[in-house]
């Protein structure tokens, strides 16, 4: 099975760390076992307890694969590497394999090398990467 359902989610919050009005949008889509979970805008103490309901949905269908796509993250806070903490634990207490996707994005690369958290999760800098031996969805 292909593509079986897209659901968006959009977290307004205060100030920016830009003095932009923050944003995050959380879309996922699911491949047959795999759910990839794209995150994008600020991930940080206003809107990160929003992200890990978002995921739980969406584990709610059962599967083998989540990945949670940061590639177009604009900032990641440490409220958000928590969360992503949080949601690596919750996969793995629900047998599903987790993988996160940075792309080559420095403003998520580099909190997680900083805090060595890019040791501790399972870091992948494309989706086709990330997805390993799973059949690669059509995007």
């Known amino acids: 099975m292909l593509h079986t359902g897209v659901w968006s989610w959009i977290v307004e919050g205060g100030e920016g760390h ?32 929003q992200l890990q309901p978002a995921v739980e949905q969406c584990l709610a269908g059962g599967g083998a694969l989540l990945v949670i796509d940061l590639s177009g993250l604009t900032f990641l806070g440490s409220a958000g590497l928590k969360v992503l903490l949080d949601i690596c634990d919750l996969a793995s207490e ?13 403003q998520v690369i580099r909190p997680l090398e900083i805090t060595g958290l890019d040791t501790v999760l399972p870091v992948h800098h494309s989706l086709a990467q990330a997805l390993g031996g799973h059949r690669r969805p059509e995007m």
């Open 18 to 49: 830009g003095g932009a009005s923050e944003e995050l949008v959380v879309a996922s889509r699911r491949f047959g076992d795999v759910v990839v979970v794209s995150v994008s805008g600020d991930l940080d103490m206003v809107t990160a307890p």
């Open 94 to 106: 629900q047998a599903w394999a987790f993988r996160v996707v940075v792309g080559e994005n420095r």
